[in-house]
């Protein structure tokens, strides 16, 4: 049997089992869980298995597979929205990077532009590859071997012919015997709309895990520009000459396909008659038009004047407002007070998305400005670095300061998941501005990209071990009890249960009640789900709430 129809054949059954490891998700809207971590570790190993068998020279693609695996089994463990979209982000990120190492030589995580290049060409490249996978089956004619096809035209005939036969008599025999026609009824009764999308849902599957397999192990993407024109610099007496060879060569083809025959020049009398031109005594003194190396193609550059004067700017305005935050960082509410005009909770709830914002364009800023600033000498280079790291360093108080707004946000009106992400993604931002300067200032840019890359997986993986909203819940019930938000507290998900159970006893009569009622709401109905919707957080809050089934049915029943 041909590779081609092996793959063709793995991808229909890769996408009947992952519509039925996704239905319970596609049919009742549960949240993804087991069924889709299956699915997507059933996927990662047959394009692991397809590299190893069938194109072992590209096996440094496990290298992002191996992430995309662990990002996929992420899903079993948390309940939070958040998180489940940090861990699809994740392993669809490291997928696409590994397919795009799978099918092209070059470095994906070797620039910001590359990578993005790369993400957007891994996930691109199973489209086509699909398709070709399909074509070059019925190309092969491999679906169906020349030894079968005389029987499936000769079983098809007998079909068409026993199909006006099979209608008349199950008519006869349905109208003779109500009996009989109650099961023909009972046969051909299913839901149309329902094949419909199990169809298609299922085609579309099989199309993405084809071309998945298709793209790793028979695409070749081929950078032009970069690897030809560095070919051609460093040996331009032979590459060179063989690209304009292969050139004329097909200037010639083109010619001869529209009837332009080539003049034979060897065959004109005078040809060899004609004195060479390098004979003559200038020949030598005269420069030679072959020999001067074609202008290379402008690019758009900043000139160090005016990166410094941006650079200074940008400093002395982040400096300016440093001074200013400085005080409020260590001056206490009452300083606050009297020179702001602002209680403590009105000074921390303005200006923190703000900050984000501003914190968050400061590093491609920075990465724009040192990829185009022309420095050309060593000075220069110098008093770069220097701007450079101080914004840096300044950036970092800004941060500082906005994780010092949200403490005192938090502490007047609690945390919700947008303030704890927000606050994650700004911790996130510290670490890699202190990777860019290891990297970047000290002239190691390669570098950056992964370990932006490696310090995000890391992350991911670190708000897993916390448990963000269990770490919500459990902030939010140790305010005054009149401050607690009940209708929030319910709306998370089965991460914050436990912490939601144990604090039962410290809030209202009222609260409790209705904490209780939906606790126990939920065991009749919303825990009910199939094991393709399993996650570790929500079985532990099934059998929390199931620990503490008779006070909360006491709860319950109590005005």
């Known amino acids: 049997m041909q590779t081609s129809l092996w793959m063709l054949l793995s991808a229909i059954g890769l996408g009947v089992v992952g519509r039925y490891l996704l239905g319970d998700t596609i049919d009742h809207s549960t949240p993804p869980g087991a069924g889709l971590s299956v699915f997507v570790l059933l996927n990662l190993c047959a394009v692991s298995a397809a590299l190893l068998l069938l194109r072992h020279e590209r096996v440094r693609a496990l290298i992002f597979f191996a992430p995309a695996a662990l990002a996929a089994t992420g899903l079993l463990l948390n309940d939070s929205a958040w998180l489940t979209g940090l861990d699809i982000f994740a392993f669809w990120t490291s997928a696409t990077l590994g397919i795009f190492a799978a099918t092209c030589s070059a470095p994906a995580l070797a620039s910001v532009k590359g990578t993005l290049y790369a993400i957007t060409t891994g996930a691109l490249a199973p489209l086509p590859a699909a398709v070709d996978l399909i074509a070059e089956n019925i190309a092969n004619k491999a679906l169906v071997g020349e030894a079968h096809r005389k029987h499936i035209k000769a079983v098809t005939k007998g079909l068409l012919l026993a199909t006006p036969l099979l209608f008349i008599f199950t008519a006869l025999f349905c109208a003779a015997d109500q009996a009989f026609a109650n099961q023909v009824g009972n046969l051909f009764h299913f839901n149309l709309g329902k094949a419909v999308e199990i169809t298609v849902t299922t085609s579309i599957l099989a199309f993405c895990c084809g071309g998945a397999l298709q793209a790793v192990t028979k695409s070749e993407i081929n950078i032009i520009g970069e690897e030809k024109s560095k070919t051609c610099s460093d040996k331009p007496e032979q590459n060179c000459e063989s690209k304009a060879e292969a050139e004329s060569k097909t200037t010639m083809e083109t010619n001869a396909s529209w009837g332009i025959s080539?003049?034979?020049?060897?065959?004109?009398?005078?040809?060899?008659?004609?004195?060479?031109?390098?004979?003559?005594?200038?020949?030598?003194?005269?420069?030679?038009?072959?020999?001067?190396?074609?202008?290379?193609?402008?690019?758009?550059?900043?000139?160090?004047?005016?990166?410094?004067?941006?650079?200074?700017?940008?400093?002395?305005?982040?400096?300016?407002f440093v001074a200013i935050q400085i005080k409020y960082l260590f001056g206490g509410a009452s300083l606050v007070n009297i020179t702001s005009g602002l209680t403590y909770s009105?000074?921390?709830?303005?200006?923190?998305?703000?900050?984000?914002?501003?914190?968050?364009?400061?590093?491609?800023?920075?990465?724009?400005?040192?990829?185009?600033?022309?420095?050309?000498?060593?000075?220069?280079?110098?008093?770069?670095?220097?701007?450079?790291?101080?914004?840096?360093?300044?950036?970092?108080?800004?941060?500082?300061?906005?994780?010092?707004?949200?403490?005192?946000?938090?502490?007047?009106?609690?945390?919700?998941?947008?303030?704890?992400?927000?606050?994650?993604?700004?911790?996130?931002?510290?670490?890699?501005?202190?990777?860019?300067?290891?990297?970047?200032?000290?002239?190691?840019?390669?570098?950056?990209?992964?370990?932006?890359?490696?310090?995000?997986?890391?992350?991911?993986?670190?708000?897993?071990?916390?448990?963000?909203?269990?770490?919500?819940?459990?902030?939010?019930?140790?305010?005054?009890?009149?401050?607690?938000?009940?209708?929030?507290?319910?709306?998370?998900?089965?991460?914050?249960?436990?912490?939601l159970v144990n604090a039962l006893p410290k809030l209202p009569a009222a609260a409790r009640q209705q904490v209780a009622s939906n606790l126990l709401a939920r065991t009749r109905g919303a825990w009910k789900t199939d094991w393709r919707s399993f996650n570790l957080s929500r079985t532990i809050a099934y059998h929390t709430v199931q620990d503490h089934i008779k006070e909360l049915e006491v709860m319950a029943q109590t005005p």
């Open 262 to 320: 080539k003049p034979n020049i060897e065959s004109k009398p005078d040809a060899e008659s004609k004195p060479k031109m390098e004979s003559k005594p200038d020949a030598e003194s005269k420069p030679k038009m072959e020999s001067k190396p074609e202008a290379a193609p402008t690019r758009f550059h900043l000139g160090m004047t005016e990166a410094m004067t941006a650079l200074a700017l940008l400093n002395l305005l982040f400096g300016a």
């Open 346 to 499: 009105e000074y921390a709830r303005h200006g923190f998305f703000e900050l984000c914002w501003a914190a968050s364009m400061v590093l491609p800023i920075l990465l724009a400005a040192e990829a185009y600033t022309r420095r050309l000498s060593k000075k220069s280079e110098i008093t770069f670095r220097l701007l450079a790291g101080t914004l840096v360093a300044l950036l970092l108080v800004v941060v500082a300061s906005a994780v010092q707004r949200m403490q005192l946000y938090s502490q007047e009106y609690g945390l919700s998941e947008l303030r704890f992400f927000t606050t994650a993604f700004m911790a996130y931002l510290t670490t890699i501005c202190l990777a860019f300067a290891v990297t970047v200032l000290n002239a190691r840019r390669e570098k950056f990209i992964p370990a932006t890359y490696t310090l995000g997986l890391l992350a991911i993986a670190i708000l897993h071990q916390i448990n963000p909203e269990n770490l919500i819940q459990s902030k939010n019930m140790t305010m005054a009890p009149e401050k607690i938000d009940i209708t929030y507290a319910l709306s998370m998900s089965d991460d914050s249960i436990p912490a």
